[in-house]
């Protein structure tokens, strides 16, 4: 167990609709990054928080968006969804860097999404 | 472009004997590298990590060896156990000493032979 929780496990909806993804980081975690893992293009980074605010940009679509809360949770918004949103979202945490910090990312056990 | 690339989509190896797994990558900007270990329907599990200041760092059974020159990296595993068959993704960081967004590549899967 990393000590990272993702809701729902599982979510199934339709086209056009909207979703959100939440995560808590471990305890004492100041960063939150999200990841996208499909089938064709393998895990990639989506976006990452540190303390609140947004530190870094990965391969995130417009039509999705992020914000971290003053709790240090996380959630992901995916709205306008298409059939290709479907894959896994996994959100991991880190303490911070620098500090001697080796970086290294826990992982949370995903959200699997399906798009119908 | 795949700035990490696993060239390997599998591996086999016999229990007791060392695992090898190999990475590449293009980006002569990272300079952290890791390497994380996956069980089907948990999410990536870390293993190891190394900075480019090095080329090596082991723990336990686990050793990285990072050539800056080639731009690879391996992982040794020995002896390799049962309990190391899963999914091994190796990624890259650029200078946010690994704490930023990861560069992944798409995976090694590793089977232990009894």
């Known amino acids: 167990d990393s000590g990272v929780t993702q809701t729902p496990k599982h979510l199934i909806t339709a086209t056009g609709q909207r979703v959100t993804l939440r995560c808590s980081p471990r305890?004492?975690?100041?960063?939150v990054y999200w990841y996208q893992q499909s089938l064709d293009q393998g895990l990639q980074f989506l976006i990452q928080?540190?303390?609140?605010?947004?530190?870094a940009k990965g391969n995130i679509l417009e039509r999705f968006s992020a914000q971290q809360f003053p709790d240090l949770h996380s959630e992901l918004n995916l709205s306008s969804l298409e059939l290709g949103d479907s894959a896994l979202y996994f959100c991991?945490?880190?303490?911070?860097f620098g500090a001697g910090g080796l970086g290294e990312q826990f992982f949370g056990p995903g959200t699997r999404l399906t798009v119908l | 472009d795949q700035q990490v690339k696993q060239n390997s989509p599998s591996l086999s190896v016999q229990e007791g004997r060392i695992s090898i797994l190999n990475c590449d990558y293009t980006?002569?900007?990272?300079?952290?590298f890791l390497w994380y270990k996956k069980y089907p329907a948990e999410g990536p599990t870390f293993l190891i990590s190394?900075?480019?200041?090095?080329d090596k760092n082991e723990d336990g059974r686990f050793t990285v060896f990072l050539n800056k020159s080639a731009k690879h990296l391996s992982l040794h595993i020995v002896p390799s156990q049962p309990g190391d068959s899963a999914v091994y993704f190796c990624?890259?960081?650029?200078?946010?000493?690994?704490?930023?967004?990861?560069?992944f590549g798409k995976g090694t899967h590793l089977i232990i032979q009894p």
């Open positions: 190394i900075s480019s200041i090095k």
């Open positions: 991991a945490s880190s303490v911070a």
């Open positions: 990624a890259a960081s650029g200078s946010g000493g690994g704490a930023d967004g990861l560069t």
């Open positions: 980006n002569s900007m990272f300079d952290y």
């Open positions: 305890s004492g975690d100041l960063s």
């Open positions: 928080y540190y303390n609140g605010e947004e530190r």
